[in-house]
Nanobody, 122 residues
Framework: QLQASGGGLVQAGGSLRLSCAASGRTSSRYIMGWFRQAPGKEREFVAAIIWSGGSTYYGDSVKGRFTISTDSAKNAVYLQMNSLKPEDTADYYC?????????????????RGQGTQVTVSS
């Protein structure tokens, strides 16, 4: 199971750190991903990382502002979001899978958590 937390209300230019706690066994083969969905819009890929702490991947709209990381000891994945913009407002979801071939595809992740809401005011 995955549980995302850390969302909230922040002013433009501010920062937030989202956390996703994974319960149960994890594997170094897992790819952990963050996605977001704004009202009336399609779900969007944000970032992904290989659980063992290897390669990272980012959506074009967040490159240079967001950083994904893992903490194996805590079985957690984080999304540090800096220089937030109003267009970053969305529900953010974490996901995990060990058969992911396309990190940007939400449906390829076997495990998906509840979202956490992020609101960025202008």
């Amino acid at each position: 199971q995955l549980q995302a937390s850390g969302g909230g209300l922040v002013q433009a230019g501010g920062s937030l750190r989202l956390s996703c706690a994974a319960s149960g066994r994890t594997s170094s083969r897992y790819i952990m991903g963050w996605f977001r969905q704004a009202p009336g819009k399609e779900r969007e890929f944000v970032a992904a990382i290989i659980w063992s702490g290897g390669s990272t991947y980012y959506g074009d709209s967040v490159k240079g502002r967001f950083t994904i990381s893992t903490d194996s000891a805590k079985n957690a994945v984080y999304l540090q979001m800096n220089s937030l913009k109003p267009e970053d407002t969305a529900d953010y979801y974490c996901a995990a899978g060990d058969r992911v071939t396309r990190v940007t595809m939400y449906y390829e992740y076997d495990y998906r958590g509840q979202g956490t809401q992020v609101t960025v005011s202008s």
